[in-house]
């Protein structure tokens, strides 16, 4: 068996750092360093999936895309490019013998031990890369994906772009994410919904939402303090191709209550029905057609069962040469 098992999950024995792979447990930091001290890091979270013709990392190029740009947006120069990040992630994938895994790629600012600087100027602190993986179940529970979950509106406002920079998935952002979460779980509820200095719908902790009214589908437009999300794209070009009619806008509060269905986006949470808001029932109660509609093609482009919308090519196969035979 491949890795650690932590309460039945498995965890890659090995993790990439700056061009090799080294042990998990050498994946170490020194406390004094920036990231600790003032969470200097930029992250993203990526799925691999067991499909009908082998292992393949959902739509890799795009999620790493996001991470360098989330460095660059912080100045956190890595001479890694795209590719190369991409080809680590196969590496590693590939020796950890895990067929289906949640992915980590991390860009932090560590310690020069030569030189330490402890202040909030990052710039004397080395820049470092790492990838680790692990399987990882549904984030929201097994039954979400079909029951729904109860949310809540969260009484944290969602951080504005020009405060922290919301289009970086930068560590920082989710401290705002863990008062939202917090809050949520300890009301009873599986996760909060956050309004941004508006007024207006957000997102949700970690997820991006959709709602449904009308036959329409209407999500908050990437100007409104959310993440561009990859997963929220993804929902965006399989509703197009289904003829479904697609309105980015501002969401009024409100509108949550009165919603035919509403539903969260995410590599984690993939696509999640959401039964009520504030313990108000949402449409039925349960996934709606439209979301469900939406849901089985998701599942049919990640299991390779259907090819992604428009031509478009979203997934990186760990072994090519078996999806050249699966092909053939």
């Known amino acids: 068996m491949a890795g650690k098992d932590v309460e039945t999950m498995k965890i890659a024995s090995k993790v ?17 360093s920036h990231v600790v001290n003032y969470g200097s890091s930029v992250f993203e979270g990526i799925r691999c999936y067991r499909t009908s013709q082998g292992s393949a990392v959902f739509r890799l190029p795009e999620h790493m895309q996001r991470l360098l740009n989330s460095a660059k947006i912080y100045r956190m120069e890595t001479p890694y490019t795209r590719e190369q990040l991409c080809d680590a992630t196969v590496e590693l994938i590939a020796d950890s013998e895990l067929d289906e895994c949640y992915i980590r790629p991390l860009i932090v600012r560590g310690l020069d031990e030569d030189k330490p600087a402890f202040g909030v100027n990052p710039f004397p602190n080395p820049v470092d890369a790492y990838i680790a993986t692990w399987q990882w179940g549904k984030y929201l529970g097994d039954e979400a994906l079909e029951n729904g979950i109860d949310v809540c509106v969260s009484s944290w406002t969602r951080i504005t772009s020009n405060s922290l920079p919301t289009m970086a998935k930068a560590g920082a952002n989710y401290m705002n994410s863990q008062l939202i979460k917090m809050e949520a779980l300890l009301g009873g509820f599986s996760e909060g919904i956050a309004l941004d200095d508006r007024g207006m719908v957000s997102e949700g902790s970690g997820e991006n939402l959709f709602l449904v009214n009308g036959g329409r589908l209407i999500t908050p437009p990437l100007g409104a303090s959310i993440l561009p999300g990859i997963t929220r794209d993804s929902v965006i070009q399989i509703a197009r191709e289904l003829g479904i009619e697609v309105v980015e806008t501002t969401i009024q509060r409100g ?27 949402v449409g039925p109660g349960k996934r709606g057609p439209i979301t469900e509609r939406i849901q089985e093609e998701f599942f049919k482009v990640i299991r390779a069962e259907r090819p992604a919308p428009f031509g478009a090519d979203w997934l990186t196969y760990i072994n090519a040469e078996e999806k050249k035979t699966a092909s053939a």
């Open 255 to 281: 509108a949550l209550y009165l919603a035919d269905e509403l539903f969260f986006s995410g590599t984690a949470a993939e696509i999640t029905p959401i039964r009520s808001v504030d313990r108000i029932t």
């Open 16 to 32: 990439w750092k700056n061009g090799e792979l080294i042990n998990w447990d050498d994946a170490r930091i020194h406390v004094m």
